[in-house]
């Protein structure tokens, strides 16, 4: 079975501080894709970022970069410089392939809160 | 392109009612997905459907059903309501022809059992 863990249920920090979201994933299956999304208080999540299980290469995007590590079952999102928009509850989900592209499996989220 | 809506927006029934909600897709895409989201439980996913068939379902009741039509609009229906049925329901759509697509979510049903 497929699982998604966010140890970290809460983070507050400080507006231009840098913050690193933890997820770490379980599953049987070689070929799988890992998502970020991100809902703000508006409630509508939005996507952030995939990466599949055959590619490791990390990735950048503005402020927004992604560690994928296979040996740790990890795919860590870190915020450079955080914003007050940056508030939210950030999801990290997993789809395991062969055909199961519309189930993922969430991790129960980390609320995090950026203060002026 | 339009994203993708829910109706409605908040709904309150009461226990042993039934409720009906409807997702209507980002244009082209042909993959539902509905998935529950509350406080205790987190987001845990329900049932997807593709090209009008349930292609994966999760571990719901079976008071828990839906269907989708062939403009890929699709409805989620909950019969005989329990108070644990309150929940933000939210709906995702995506092309659904590659396993790596990502979903495209809705701003989701507030439903609420007394």
């Known amino acids: 079975a497929q699982k998604v863990t966010q140890a970290q249920t809460e983070i507050s920090v400080v507006e231009k501080e840098d913050v690193t979201l933890d997820c770490v994933y379980e599953?049987?299956?070689?070929?799988?894709?890992l998502f970020w999304y991100k809902q703000p208080p508006s409630g509508e999540l939005v996507f952030l970022i995939r990466r599949n299980s055959f590619d490791e290469q990390n990735e950048i995007s503005g402020r927004y970069s992604w560690n994928f590590q296979k040996s740790t079952s990890s795919f860590n999102f870190t915020i450079t410089a955080s914003q007050v928009v940056d508030s939210a509850v950030y999801f990290c989900a997993l789809s395991e392939a062969s055909g199961n592209a519309g189930k993922s499996t969430f991790g129960d989220g980390t609320t995090l809160t950026v203060k002026p | 392109k339009a994203g993708v809506t829910q109706t409605p927006r908040y709904l309150i029934k009461t226990r042993g009612q039934q409720v009906t909600l409807s997702c209507s897709p980002i244009s082209g895409h042909r993959s539902v997905s509905w998935y529950q989201q509350t406080p205790g439980q987190g987001l845990q996913f329900l049932f997807e459907y593709f090209s009008e068939t349930q292609r994966n379902k999760g571990n719901f009741p079976g008071r828990f059903s839906g269907r989708q039509f062939s403009n890929s609009r699709s409805e989620m229906n909950v019969s005989t309501l329990e108070l644990g049925d309150s929940a933000l329901y939210l709906c995702?759509?995506?092309?659904?022809?590659?396993?790596?697509?990502?979903?495209?979510f809705g701003p989701g049903t507030r439903l609420t059992v007394t």
């Open positions: 599953t049987r299956d070689t070929t799988y894709y």
């Open positions: 995702a759509s995506s092309l659904g022809d590659r396993d790596y697509a990502p979903q495209y």
